[in-house]
């Protein structure tokens, strides 16, 4: 039976003191990221949670798009951080999101540099940060979050050799309202650390990157690399060791391990 999600059914009890206190749900929207921003923008409270039941033009980096067909988690947070805290934004929400899988489904999600969540080797979640910064002060930031629970990839063939499911790998469906509510715990318990100068997100981030140590090919801004991912820095980017020894820094990219390019291109 499809689950119908309600804002009530998911803040009942939940125990948090800033994320999710106040949940909206749409049942079809264009993007949950666009609307959290208009929310930002007219003031809403910290915390504000907007969730939809699919999303008809979800959003992913660099004007790519994410699908979110019924089924899936779309969920955007409305947050009022420091400039200082805006990198670790991604790594308190990533974090969040595969700890929750774990706790729920029981399933091992890796993270693969720098926004995606993935069991085994296919992509099972995407989140995408927005934010308005002017000057030192950042108006707004916008965390969205795009899981992939109880659909088939197979119905959607541009993503389904690299993307995979909760209930596709379970074989059968997870709860949408549970996995949400712990979602929503496990950020804001990370999100608070943050504020409160804890410092253990960053090497809990880079434990947990399945990226490190591998062979890796990096597209940047037209511009692609091969080298080894060393680590990461504590601004998130990605350090590469260049088959000459030196080392160089990407801020942003697109990972593709080698072994991969190379099934890629046979
Ligand atoms: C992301 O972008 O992974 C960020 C996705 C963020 C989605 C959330 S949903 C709630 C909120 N509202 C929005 O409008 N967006 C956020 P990126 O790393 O650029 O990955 C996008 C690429 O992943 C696409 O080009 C596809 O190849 C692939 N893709 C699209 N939909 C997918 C899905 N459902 N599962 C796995 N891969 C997908």
């Known amino acids: 039976m499809k689950e119908t999600l ?36 007219r003031g809403a409270e910290e915390g504000t949670v907007v969730i939809a039941g699919e999303q008809t033009g979800g959003k992913g980096r660099l004007r790519r798009s994410w699908l979110s067909p019924g089924g899936s988690i779309a969920l955007s947070l409305v947050l009022y951080p420091e400039v200082a805290e805006l990198p670790s934004l991604i790594m308190a929400a990533s974090l969040a999101v595969a700890r929750s899988i774990a706790a729920v489904t029981g399933l091992e ?109 990096v597209e940047s801004g037209g511009d692609v690399q091969v080298g080894i991912a060393q680590s990461v820095d504590r601004d998130g980017s990605l350090l590469l060791r260049n088959p000459d020894g030196s080392l160089s820094r990407v801020v942003a990219g697109e990972v593709r391990l080698r072994h991969q390019t190379e099934q890629d291109s046979t």
Not at 12 to 22: A, D, K, Q
Not at 28 to 37: F, G, I, P, Y
Not at 191 to 203: T, W
């Open 6 to 41: 309600s804002p009530e059914a998911i803040t009942r009890n939940l125990g948090n003191r800033l994320i999710g206190r106040r949940v909206i749900f749409y049942p079809s929207v264009t993007s949950t990221n666009e609307l959290a921003k208009e929310e930002a923008r």
């Open 109 to 217: 999600p890796r993270l693969k540099w720098p926004n995606d969540v993935l069991v085994g080797e296919r992509k099972v979640s995407g989140i995408l940060v927005e934010s308005q910064v002017r000057g030192s002060r950042v108006d707004y930031a916008v965390i969205g979050i795009g899981i992939n629970v109880n659909f088939k990839v197979a119905d959607f063939p541009e993503i389904a050799p690299a993307a995979t499911s909760l209930a596709g790998e379970l074989g059968e469906k997870v709860s949408l309202t549970a996995l949400i509510r712990r979602l929503l715990v496990e950020f804001e318990g990370r999100y608070l650390a943050l504020k409160a100068g804890g410092g253990s997100l960053y090497e809990e981030w880079r434990d947990s990157l399945s990226t490190l140590g591998q062979e890796v090919r």
